[in-house]
């Protein structure tokens, strides 16, 4: 199979992870708001593995956001700060310590935005860092750390 198709299976088969783990963590009602625990932000550290994971995590990160009946401002701001995040584990990570670093700090500055002034949610922008943050860190930083060392070791992206 050519690179190229390779990596468009890659891209389409993360958007659809991506698309259907943050519906499991909508299902509990993590998926949005101030509180959130999305299961599918753990697919951030993929970029690490393979540069298909950037357009995968954009996509799904879209298609979830507009599927689980985000506002505009949130499908815009959540695609943009998953896109963000995933070009920075991209291109300015060196390891697993590290990657996870982007999409927290994407998140933790672009959502609460979101929640602040499209939501108009009760709390502050710190208030929302900080709780986006923890999740973020949890997501991001723990599951997907622990996603990166099950997959380096399957060779699945070698």
Same mark, same amino acid.
């Given at each position: 199979m050519s690179k190229s198709i390779q990596n468009l299976c890659y891209a389409a088969l993360i958007a659809a992870i991506y698309v259907a783990l943050t519906h499991l963590s909508n299902f509990f009602g993590l998926a949005s708001g101030a509180i959130q625990l999305r299961l599918s932000? &753990? +697919? *951030? #550290? !993929? /970029? +690490? !593995? *393979? /540069? &298909? &994971? #950037? /357009?995968? !995590?954009a996509i799904g990160c879209f298609l979830a956001n507009l599927t689980t009946g985000c506002l505009l401002w949130d499908i815009i701001g959540g695609t943009a700060a998953t896109l963000l995040g995933a070009l920075g584990t991209r291109y300015l990570s060196k390891s697993k310590w590290t990657g996870p670093i982007w999409p927290i700090l994407a998140n933790m500055l672009i959502v609460p935005f979101v929640l602040q002034y499209a939501y108009q949610l009760p709390g502050g922008y710190f208030y929302f860092m900080l709780t986006v943050g923890i999740g973020e860190i949890l997501c991001c930083g723990v599951l997907g750390i622990a996603l990166y060392q099950v997959l380096r070791k399957t060779k699945l992206f070698a």
């Open positions: 932000e &753990a +697919l *951030t #550290i !993929l /970029p +690490l !593995l *393979t /540069p &298909a &994971a #950037i /357009p995968g !995590l």
